[in-house]
């Protein structure tokens, strides 16, 4: 075999064993090539503009969830997505399907690409949707991971806003983990592209799954819908390490002693 022809046969071989790899690792994607192909952009892409330090995170490789997190920028979705996209002793890529803004999810373009390649739950802005909410419900109970913004906007003040009505009806009916993220350091500024091309630096504190087994067999009234609304805001900033109000201790604090009672 002559140098050139040994060349291109060199080449060939690696290019075969390129493509055998990208097609074992794109496997681990049960969503499909698009959302590998996002996974990967994501894992280079929050690490170098968002100085974003990535960790193996807690959630399961399996089963379904609720990921709660404040919202003060729209990199928000792709910065929780780089962490629970893998799991600690698992290679399965895993997306968080989140409720979103619908006018969000009917435009083009590559915000449009990736809204419908990440799953994402059309909602109205009037926090009254129930129709996504029970959609989310569905997604939860069948073993995936649905992602809830509590604030319901993009908060530009301090602390977290008051969460949306649904929130806890959410968590309530489908039974199963919360897992609440809280991002430190995202930028505000006056567009939605603009974030995204600007260098900062991210903290993202994970706080500890919540359990809401304790309310099993308890009516599901306003009641009952408030006093978890303000367990789950009070774990979320706890995880942001944010100064709770009076009041709103003592809805955790009834928590806390029903979760160890049970």
């Known amino acids: 075999m002559n140098p050139e022809a040994s060349a291109v046969t060199a080449l060939l071989l690696l290019a075969a064993g390129a493509a055998i790899l990208v097609w074992r690792d794109t496997r681990r994607s049960p969503h499909g090539l698009k959302v590998w ?8 892409f929050t690490p170098f503009v968002f100085r974003q330090r990535i960790v193996p995170s807690y959630f399961p490789s399996e089963g379904g969830g609720i990921v709660i997190a404040n919202h003060r920028s729209p990199i928000d979705p792709m910065v929780i997505f780089s962490l629970v996209s893998l799991q600690e ?4 890529i895993r997306r968080v399907e ?8 009917e435009i083009g373009g590559p915000l449009g690409f990736i809204t419908r390649n990440m799953g994402v739950i059309p909602v109205e802005r009037n926090g009254r949707d129930m129709r996504s909410v029970r959609e989310a419900l569905r ?5 995936r991971l649905v992602g809830v913004f ?3 906007r993009i908060n530009t003040g301090e602390g977290l806003l008051p969460a949306i009505p649904g929130v806890a009806w959410l968590a309530l009916h489908a039974n199963l983990p919360v897992y609440p993220i809280y991002i430190h350091g995202a930028l505000q500024l006056n567009s939605m592209v603009a974030p995204f091309t600007k260098f900062c630096r991210l903290r993202v ?21 408030r006093e978890v609304t303000d367990v789950l805001m009070n774990r979320l900033a706890q995880t942001g390490g944010i100064t ?3 009041e709103e201790h ?4 009834v928590y806390e002693e029903r979760a160890h009672a049970g």
């Open 205 to 225: 504190n994970l706080g500890e799954p919540i359990d809401l087994s304790c309310y099993q067999g308890r009516k599901i009234d306003q009641e009952l819908l």
């Open 37 to 44: 192909f996002l996974h990967k952009v994501t894992r280079f």
């Open 244 to 246: 709770l109000k009076d």
């Open 139 to 143: 997604r939860a109970k069948a073993g």
């Open 150 to 152: 509590p604030e319901g």
């Open 250 to 253: 003592s809805a955790l604090h």
């Open 98 to 105: 989140f409720l979103t803004a619908r006018e969000y999810c």
């Open 89 to 92: 002793g698992s290679s399965r």
